[in-house]
């Protein structure tokens, strides 16, 4: 590390080219930290979003009018166009190390959303466990390897989104009831093409069918197997309107092992065959 007036630190800069660009996150610039007792940052804005673990010792943060005492297993995030003010505590206490990442895209600001940060409240405490300050300690290690080159690598891209994903699997159990809901309307919007169950969707998130099931449709107003029903027979009517594809093809496409179960939950929903669907409609191609 190289010493400065109030710090030991590396510091990596990165250039994102056009394909990083594309992306929905990407780095500019990393780096760590051992401050001294006089360290401080600021009064400053930056242009991007910037998020510091702090490894050890205690640090204070000032961002609008609040002030906060943050300690080792702490991170905050600095926000652009924010004014922040942070540095040791001045009261004897062990100055911080720090580790931070500063990256930009339109993943950005969802991203500290989904973690639990926002801009009026830009701290987590005890949002670093030993798993996150480990995917930070990768990090830094691939921005070491990288800076010689002065070009991204795939290695840390994906560092940073492992990096958000350790924080994320350790705040997974505090999720409300209607985010993991919305996560299963979403998986199964995904999904739904593929031979998916209810049970199956049941497990994925560690419900019972039936209360699973009780909850989704108080939530939604209708149960997750018509939820299903009604993705499959909108999408195998599109593609009977608007497609040349075989009836066949369409059933395999929708998920289904066979020609006949799809003819039969198609009749079920529609109260006609496919084949008569397509008679009836292809006007509308």
Same mark, same amino acid.
């Given at each position: 590390?190289?010493?400065?007036?109030?710090?030991?630190?590396?510091?990596?800069?990165?250039?994102?080219?056009?394909?990083?660009?594309?992306?929905?996150?990407?780095?500019?610039r990393?780096?760590r930290?051992?401050?001294?007792?006089?360290?401080?940052?600021?009064?400053?804005?930056?242009?991007?979003?910037?998020?510091?673990?702090?490894?050890?010792?205690?640090?204070?943060?000032?961002?609008?009018?609040?002030?906060?005492?943050l300690?080792?297993?702490?991170?905050?995030?600095?926000?652009?166009g924010?004014?922040?003010?942070?540095?040791?505590?001045p009261?004897?206490?062990?100055p911080?190390?720090l580790?931070?990442?500063?990256?930009?895209?339109?993943?950005?600001?969802?991203m500290?959303?989904?973690?639990?940060f926002?801009s009026?409240r830009?701290?987590l405490?005890?949002?670093?466990?030993?798993?996150t300050l480990?995917?930070?300690?990768?990090?830094?290690?691939?921005?070491?390897?990288?800076?010689?080159?002065?070009g991204?690598?795939?290695e840390?891209?994906?560092? @940073?989104? /492992? $990096?958000?994903?350790?924080m *994320? +699997?350790?705040?997974?159990?505090?999720?409300?009831?209607t985010?993991?809901?919305? #996560?299963?309307?979403?998986?199964?919007?995904?999904?739904?093409?593929?031979?998916l169950?209810?049970?199956g969707?049941?497990?994925?998130?560690?419900?019972?069918?039936?209360?699973?099931?009780?909850?989704?449709?108080?939530?939604?107003?209708?149960?997750?197997?018509?939820? @299903?029903? /009604? $993705?499959?027979?909108?999408? *195998? +009517?599109?593609?009977?309107?608007?497609?040349?594809?075989?009836?066949?093809?369409? #059933?395999?496409?929708?998920?289904y092992?066979?020609?006949f179960?799809?003819?039969?939950?198609?009749?079920?929903?529609?109260?006609?065959?496919?084949?008569?669907?397509?008679?009836?409609?292809?006007?509308?191609?």
């Amino acid at each position: 590390m190289q010493e400065w007036e109030d710090q030991f630190a590396d510091f990596y800069y990165f250039v994102p080219g056009r394909l990083e660009q594309t992306g929905g996150l990407w780095p500019l610039r990393a780096g760590r930290n051992r401050a001294k007792a006089v360290y401080r940052v600021g009064p400053r804005q930056i242009e991007c979003c910037s998020m510091h673990l702090i490894a050890q010792g205690e640090l204070e943060l000032l961002y609008g009018q609040e002030q906060v005492r943050l300690r080792a297993g702490d991170a905050f995030c600095l926000y652009p166009g924010r004014l922040y003010t942070y540095g040791a505590v001045p009261d004897g206490s062990p100055p911080p190390r720090l580790m931070w990442v500063a990256f930009q895209g339109p993943q950005a600001v969802p991203m500290l959303d989904a973690l639990g940060f926002t801009s009026q409240r830009p701290c987590l405490v005890g949002g670093c466990g030993a798993h996150t300050l480990k995917a930070m300690e990768q990090l830094l290690d691939t921005a070491y390897s990288q800076t010689a080159t002065g070009g991204l690598a795939m290695e840390l891209l994906a560092d @940073l989104y /492992r $990096l958000f994903g350790s924080m *994320g +699997a350790g705040r997974g159990g505090q999720r409300s009831e209607t985010d993991w809901l919305e #996560a299963c309307w979403r998986y199964m919007e995904t999904h739904y093409t593929e031979p998916l169950s209810v049970d199956g969707v049941a497990a994925r998130f560690g419900m019972h069918r039936s209360s699973f099931s009780t909850r989704f449709s108080r939530r939604f107003g209708l149960s997750p197997s018509r939820f @299903l029903q /009604r $993705l499959r027979m909108e999408k *195998g +009517a599109m593609l009977l309107r608007d497609t040349e594809d075989a009836v066949t093809e369409i #059933a395999y496409t929708l998920g289904y092992a066979e020609l006949f179960a799809f003819t039969r939950a198609f009749r079920a929903y529609f109260g006609c065959s496919p084949r008569q669907f397509r008679a009836q409609n292809k006007n509308t191609i």
